[in-house]
């Protein structure tokens, strides 16, 4: 078995995938400096429970800025697609109309259940709307064990009979009418199960009272648009939520916001490859903790209007060596985890030896072997590393790598960038669920990064 290889600048991804895609791979030659200015997309991780909430509402509902060009979100709406819901797409505006008034059916398809963990969103607004669901266990990336406990205990907190059998999760209301106002302790602050009781809560009978949940920017767009469409949810952005059943919600519009992951990425990007780029719109609170660490490395960060930053790590503000730093993941307002693999790679450039500790994640640490490909000197011990610079940072240098997960492939696109000579990286699918036309961006600010189409050829 031969394999040919053709380029291709920019492949649009089909809306509907409806067949499986060639396998792809990153060619990038390095090192690079970036300039010029980037417009981030609308968050994959508000997109996600935004559009399983359309599931609540009568009437349209009409979000925009929405991030279409993502395999995620593609596979979102061939679940929703799959219950019934009318949606039209206007990727050129970004825009998604969504009618789910037709939608009886309590089961959507498996198969694009296992393509996206946010199709996991829809059993909230199925139990409540329905009173039952049968759901296939989420998918997503490989980062952890990812137990969906938290779920299962919130639904019957709501009065819920679950089960789960076949790969799936199996709900219906005890009552045999609805969900009822509940009270529920999240054990950890969970982004996607305060997400999915909320939800659930919103049409339940009654007053249902959260605590412990996730305070995550996407978690406030969630209740702003809920309110929007008639709910009462409360707290939204603290530890606790209050939130008053309604027998109907009606749709709205809402304005996804940018994504605080890729805006993060990007000003890695910048810090790796020691020079200055602007980003935006963004929304500088969402990023505190990468700007803080920015700053003590030395980068210079300046903010111009209200949505847009310059990052600078040119050598004249960074100098030839660019001081490192320690993390700690954690919940928001900690350090987030999906930033973690992106700053690891950093820090391999970085002075000193400095510790990477992440505590939302048990396993997320795939991308630390294929970093080591690239030279880099990391030393792992369970969920902490210890990436060594010395006195200067390591001196990356181009290899063959493979992207385990979302994040962690990004991490090695911005190691290459960094590195000396030419890096091809396999397992894009991965990164193209959660960033639209990375290479296309990267080519913009100057990057060295081609996509190219591997086409077995039998012989
Ligand atoms: C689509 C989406 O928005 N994905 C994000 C979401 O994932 P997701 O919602 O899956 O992440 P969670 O906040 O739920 O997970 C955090 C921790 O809680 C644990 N847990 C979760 C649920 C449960 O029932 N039991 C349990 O033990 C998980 O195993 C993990 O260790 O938040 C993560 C944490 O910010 C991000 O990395 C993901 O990008
Ligand atoms: C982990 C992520 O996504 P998911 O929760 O969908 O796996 C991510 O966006 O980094």
């Given amino acids: ?56 509402c009568s009437n349209s509902s009409l979000l925009h800025n929405v991030p279409t060009n993502l395999t995620d979100i593609n596979a979102m709406l061939s679940i929703l697609r799959s219950l019934g819901a009318k949606i039209e797409v206007d990727i050129g505006s970004a825009q998604i109309l969504l009618n789910t008034d037709n939608v009886r059916s309590v089961e959507p398809c498996l198969e694009e259940m296992k393509k996206t963990r946010g199709g996991f969103f829809v059993i909230g ?24 406990d938290l779920y299962i205990r919130g639904f019957r907190a709501l009065g819920a009979v679950v089960e789960l059998r076949d790969g799936k999760m199996l709900a219906h209301a005890a009552n045999g009418r609805g969900l009822v106002g509940g009270t529920f302790h999240l054990d950890f602050p ?9 939800m659930a809560a919103c049409m339940a009978d009654g007053v249902t009272m959260l605590s412990n949940v996730a305070k995550e920017p996407e978690v406030i767009d969630l209740a702003r648009f809920l309110n929007d469409s008639g709910a009462c949810v409360y707290g939204a952005g603290t530890d606790k939520l209050l939130i008053k059943g309604k027998c109907h919600l009606h749709g709205s519009e809402y304005v996804v916001p940018p994504d605080r992951i890729e805006a993060g990425t990007f000003m890695l990007a910048a810090a790796i490859t020691r020079s ?30 209200h949505d847009t930053l310059e ?55 795939s991308h630390v072997r294929e970093l080591q490909k690239l030279g880099a000197d990391i030393r792992v011990c369970g969920s902490t590393a210890l990436v060594f610079g010395g006195e200067k940072g390591s001196a990356l240098h181009g290899s063959r790598l493979v992207a385990a997960d979302l994040r962690g492939g990004v991490s090695l696109v911005l190691a290459g960038l960094a590195a000396e000579g030419t890096t091809e990286i396999d397992g894009i699918a ?5 960033y639209e036309n990375l290479d296309t961006k990267l080519q913009l600010l100057g990057a060295d990064i081609k996509r190219l189409i591997r086409r077995p050829l039998c012989l």
């Fill in 190 to 198: 969970s982004v996607g199960a305060t997400e999915t009781l909320m």
């Fill in 311 to 365: 990052v600078s790590a040119m050598p004249t503000n960074v100098g030839d060596r660019m001081q490192g730093f320690d993390i700690k993941t954690g919940p928001f307002p900690g350090f987030p985890t999906d930033l973690q693999p992106l700053t690891m790679a950093l820090l391999t450039t970085c002075r000193g030896s400095n510790i990477v500790e992440e505590s939302v994640f048990e396993k997320r640490m």
């Fill in 125 to 148: 607004p199925l139990l409540t709307r329905f009173g039952e669901a049968v759901v296939g266990l989420p998918g997503g990336c490989d980062i952890g064990e990812r137990p969906v």
């Fill in 276 to 305: 200055c780029i602007s980003i935006s719109p963004i929304i500088p609170s969402h990023l505190a903790c990468l700007i803080d660490k920015l700053k003590i490395a030395g980068c210079r960060i300046t903010q111009f209007n």
């Fill in 430 to 434: 991965h990164i193209d669920r959660g």
């Fill in 1 to 56: 078995m031969l394999k040919l290889y053709t380029v291709s600048a920019f492949l649009p991804l089909p809306l509907l995938q409806t067949h499986t895609p060639k396998p792809q791979t990153l060619t990038i030659t390095g090192p690079t400096t970036l300039s010029g200015h980037l417009t981030i997309s609308g968050s994959k991780n508000s997109s996600l429970p935004l559009l399983a909430a359309t599931l609540l």
